[in-house]
């Protein structure tokens, strides 16, 4: 008897070491999910890159030279120091802090706005309102070179919240890829040359030379246009003012007609009628007749 009591003793001390062992592991394997989340820093790849980057306008239209057009939809990276960089051609471009730090950096430096132009040449690619920094946003300037192969090579920032990007590729390199003129269309190429004839001819200052020429490459789409859009408010105001300089035209017509008329019926009655008001105080009024013979209609030959 005592051997059956001893033999169900040590089955139930091994069954009980057992459950702890089972609740133990159990447990343990909870408390992993609690110590370290996997949500760590903005650079985590398990966060959706919206929740990361949040652009404040959408890219401006693909434009400048054909051949590079190519390079729409492709990103590039460079990383220096403890930052990644990632310049994605009319599209924008991006800084990633390289940190487990739970609020490592990662923003916009710059959304793809327009070209800079310069001396008939696109000079660099600009990219305008990228994430705030103080009282303004980021900006970028995109340098292309010539080289033999795509790459991101240098990222700088010459002022504060201002990036300097150097972009190196073979679509550069030949003498006239980054020339403005040849991507015109015919009708924007003819507006030119009369601008450049109108410099030429004396006939525009250097400051309309240059407005006009921006006028041209904003109808391109190479640069931002600064017009001011037209609300539907002042639209509606303008029509208004223009409405009631019309009227008050038809209203003034009306009344030169019919005083016209009044002072035609006074000189067929051989009556006088007053000079008009311009005429110098004191001067001998001449006769209905006469006034007549020298063609004097009144207020209807001022129109």
């Not at 991507?183 to 030119?192: I, V, Y």
Request: proline share 4%; net charge negative; with cysteine.
């Amino acid at each position: 008897m005592w051997s059956l009591n001893s033999g169900i003793y040590v089955l139930l001390r091994t069954w009980l070491v057992c459950v702890s062992l089972f609740f133990s592991l159990g447990l343990a394997g909870k408390m992993k999910i609690v110590e370290e989340p996997n949500t760590f820093g903005l650079n985590n790849p398990f966060m959706a890159q919206g929740n990361r980057l949040q652009p404040k306008v959408s890219p401006a239209p693909v434009s400048g030279p054909v051949h590079l057009h190519r390079l729409a939809g492709k990103c590039f990276s460079l990383t220096e120091s403890m930052y990644k960089y990632e310049f994605c051609p009319f599209h924008n471009v991006t800084q990633h802090e390289q940190s487990f730090r739970w609020n490592a950096y990662s923003g916009i430096l710059g959304i793809w706005q327009e070209w800079e132009i310069a001396n008939n040449t696109f000079t660099g690619m600009w990219m305008r309102d990228g994430d705030t920094c103080g009282t303004r946003n980021r900006e970028t300037k995109v340098v292309l070179v010539c080289s033999n192969s795509s790459k991101l090579v240098q990222v700088s920032e010459p002022s504060t919240c201002i990036y300097s990007v150097t972009f190196e590729t073979p679509l550069v390199c030949h003498p006239h890829s980054l020339l403005v003129y040849p991507t015109l269309n015919e009708k924007l190429q003819k507006e030119w040359d009369e601008v450049e004839q109108a410099r030429y001819d004396g006939l525009i200052t250097e400051q309309g030379y240059n407005n006009l020429l921006r006028d041209v490459f904003e109808d391109a789409g190479l640069l931002k246009s600064n017009k001011v859009t037209e609300t539907v408010a002042e639209a509606e105001t303008r029509s208004e003012k223009h409405n009631s300089l019309q009227k008050c035209q038809e209203d003034y017509q009306k009344q030169s007609e019919e005083v016209a008329r009044l002072r035609a019926i006074l000189t067929l009655n051989n009556i006088s009628f007053e000079s008009q008001p311009n005429e110098e105080k004191g001067a001998t009024t001449a006769p209905a007749k006469d006034q007549h013979l020298r063609g004097d209609t009144g207020l209807f030959d001022q129109l």
